[in-house]
């Protein structure tokens, strides 16, 4: 459990919070590529931990991400033309470029300098892996681009979605950090089918947690008959990222890897960014969209969600799978927003299996503080040799009388 104090510390994310102020050192996963299609055309609104921005394409290709306030007398940017590398408000003719810049005031005197006092909020942009990545924080302080590995694949081997998650980013973290509802809640079959269920669906599993310099990494371990283990690794890196190790069990999963971000929109709304990628073949985008049962409006909210239950069907959980809920996105969405926008920790009973939530909360919540009350940096933002690219999930057998950590040794420069 969390107290209410430690709770609202995790999942509070607006401007002057610790939480807050810890995401913004980190760059972040802002808008879809696709949602900014081409040069000048339309600016796209956008709300991230609790900041309503706007982002455009300008003449050049640059991605602009502004205040959605005018400087001026705050009309919406979100109006504006998008014109000759700039993004000119309706209401007065201000234009402002990328950079925040105010570029002309048309309506001020000729000799006015207020275009050198004037700028627009404005935040610097990153374009990778089929995403526009923003960094929040002080300009000086600005952190080394973290180049991971799923952000440089071959075209077509790897796709990012995007989805809006109806609750806090701390729970829906928490769910892909949790290693043991894959047995339950993405049971293929009926609870009491003894029909044959992948090792990822046996539910106990001994976990095994190694804090990091950029988060931590965790094992999964079931015995085997043999005597060997067979172990998944998942890797967790700060602040909201989850490295999920690929599924030798089936062949369609078995080079595919997965990485989520959960980036707080708000307090109480987050948006699931997924990359799926695969160094051997190319991803099968429809298949991933129909195995994860997402049906999006162009908004990226789902179109079954709590209000219809999810599209849950008491007949299918009789005949077929547990949940009675279509595709795994789904599943792991139903579950996590009915904890509640903000879900109550206080009530909550931790098991053994919750290794892993605690390690993630404690870390975060440590990293928060220390920011807070010292100035101090986490590791994975102090150190800019960070390899980034060499975070992965992985799944293997190890040899009887082996341990995890041999087999899967940590590059030193990780260690905590
Ligand atoms: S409010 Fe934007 S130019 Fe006046
Ligand atoms: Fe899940």
């Not at 998944?232 to 890897?257: A, E, M, S, W, Y």
């Not at 971000?261 to 099968?284: G, L, S």
């Amino acid at each position: 459990m969390l107290t209410k104090e430690d709770n609202d510390l995790l999942c509070r994310v607006g401007p002057g919070t610790p939480m807050g102020e810890l995401m913004r050192r980190f760059w972040m996963p802002a808008v879809m590529s696709e949602e900014l299609p081409e040069p000048d055309g339309k600016p796209v609104k956008v709300r991230l931990l609790g900041e309503d921005l706007v982002a455009f394409r300008d003449t050049e290709g640059r991605v602009g991400l502004l205040d959605a306030r005018c400087p001026h007398r705050r009309a919406s940017m979100a109006l504006a033309a998008n014109e000759k590398c700039g993004l000119r408000c309706l209401y007065h003719g201000w234009k402002f470029d990328v950079h925040g810049k105010c570029v002309d005031t048309p309506g001020e005197p000729p000799n006015s300098r207020i275009k050198e006092v004037v700028r627009a909020k404005a935040y610097p942009t990153v374009e990778k892996g089929g995403m526009i990545w923003a960094y929040m924080g002080p300009p000086e302080q600005r952190p080394v681009f973290p180049d991971y590995e799923f952000l440089n694949m071959a075209p077509g081997h790897s796709a990012v979605f995007k989805i809006q998650e109806e609750c806090n980013y701390a729970q829906a973290v928490e769910g892909t950090i949790d290693t043991v509802h894959a047995g339950a809640l993405h049971r293929s079959v009926r609870w009491d089918d003894p029909g044959t269920v992948p090792h990822e669906q046996v539910l106990y599993a001994q976990l095994e947690v190694e804090p990091t310099q950029y988060g931590f990494r965790y094992a999964g371990l079931r015995a085997l008959p043999d005597g060997r283990t067979h172990t998944r690794i998942t890797q967790v890196t700060l602040p909201f990222f989850t490295f999920i190790p690929p599924d030798g069990t089936q062949t369609d999963r078995k080079h595919r890897r997965l990485v989520n971000a959960f980036v707080p929109r708000d307090d109480t709304t987050t948006w699931h960014t997924q990359w799926f990628f695969d160094q051997a073949r190319p991803i099968d985008v429809a298949f991933r969209l129909k195995e994860g049962g997402l049906q999006l409006n162009p908004d990226y909210t789902k179109k079954i969600g709590l209000k219809e239950e999810y599209g849950q069907d008491r007949e299918r959980m009789k005949t077929k799978n547990f949940s009675g809920i279509v595709g795994v996105v789904m599943e792991d969405h139903a579950v996590v927003e009915s904890q509640g926008v903000i879900t109550d920790r206080e009530n909550e009973h931790l098991g053994q299996s919750d290794v892993a939530i605690v390690t993630w909360r404690r870390i975060l919540m440590k990293a928060a503080r220390t920011l807070a009350e010292t100035g101090k940096l986490p590791p994975a933002l102090a150190n800019p040799a960070i390899p980034w690219g060499d975070v992965k999930g992985v799944e293997c057998v190890v040899d009887k009388g082996k341990g995890w950590r041999e087999e899967v040794p940590l590059a030193p420069e990780f260690a905590l």
